[in-house]
């Protein structure tokens, strides 16, 4: 159980355009999603937190208008990277949270942006 | 403000020996604690999670990690290592409100 999955796993885009991942929870309601974005041989830094119906919430230092996060039922998030450029290039990871009781978060398996 | 420190950047072990891998966290109270693996290119997946109680936690694929309060630690330890655990490990803390701090991982490669 607890599946998490991300479309696409991958994906080129030009400079300029915008391209959008979906992260799902199969088999669960997940009341809060993450999304962290990770670069080569590092770690994971937590972009945002996203709950159901309600704006997303940004880390510090995330630009809200270039990552359009909408989360708008209990199995799907979308990330939005807006006006794409090479350094938006990443791996970017969603998780999805059912239950804060068991502060267990369960991860997609990424996307990988190229942007050329 | 959270933190967590993997000094290992990189670590091989010969397939059968036994493998500690290192983690060290900041924080005021005590965190929750978790060592995630990675795959290349995939997600993570979740070993084992200390909250409270028994600081010796044992987890999936026969990984066990304890929590030492004294050190601010949490060690991953693996008696007998096999070549499908190679893999990325990560060591996280969540101090509150699921704001999950990860280390910078550290490589696992294992030789013959």
């Known amino acids: 159980g607890a599946v998490v999955s991300q479309h696409p796993s991958w994906v080129i885009c030009k400079s300029g355009t915008s391209v959008k991942i979906e992260c799902r929870s199969l088999?669960?309601?997940?009341?809060?999603m993450f999304w962290y974005r990770q670069f080569p041989k590092q770690s994971l830094m937590l972009m945002a937190t996203?709950?159901?119906?309600?704006?997303?919430?940004?880390e510090q230092g995330v630009e809200k208008d270039k990552f359009l996060i909408n989360h708008a039922s209990l199995t799907l998030s979308t990330l939005t990277v807006t006006s794409a450029h090479p350094e938006d290039s990443s791996f970017y990871i969603c998780?999805?949270?059912?239950?804060?009781?068991?502060?267990?978060?369960?991860f997609g398996p990424g996307t990988r942006l190229t942007v050329t | 403000a959270q933190s967590v420190t993997q000094p290992d950047i990189h670590i091989t072990v010969s397939e059968g020996a036994s493998l500690e891998l290192r983690c060290n966290y900041s924080?005021?109270?005590?965190?929750?604690l978790f060592w995630y693996v990675q795959s290349p290119g995939q997600g993570l997946q979740l070993l084992l999670k200390?909250?409270?109680?028994?600081?010796l936690v044992q987890g999936i694929k026969g990984f066990e990690a304890e929590f030492k309060r004294s050190q601010s630690s949490f060690n991953l330890r693996k008696p007998s290592v096999h070549w499908s655990d190679a893999a990325e490990y990560f060591c996280?803390?969540?101090?509150?409100?699921?704001?999950?701090?990860f280390g910078t991982g550290t490589k696992l490669q294992v030789i013959p």
């Open positions: 998780s999805a949270s059912g239950s804060e009781e068991t502060y267990e978060q369960y």
């Open positions: 996203s709950n159901e119906g309600s704006k997303a919430t940004y």
């Open positions: 924080y005021g109270a005590t965190p929750y």
């Open positions: 996280a803390v969540d101090g509150g409100y699921q704001k999950v701090t």
């Open positions: 088999d669960f309601q997940a009341t809060t």
């Open positions: 200390y909250f409270s109680g028994d600081t």
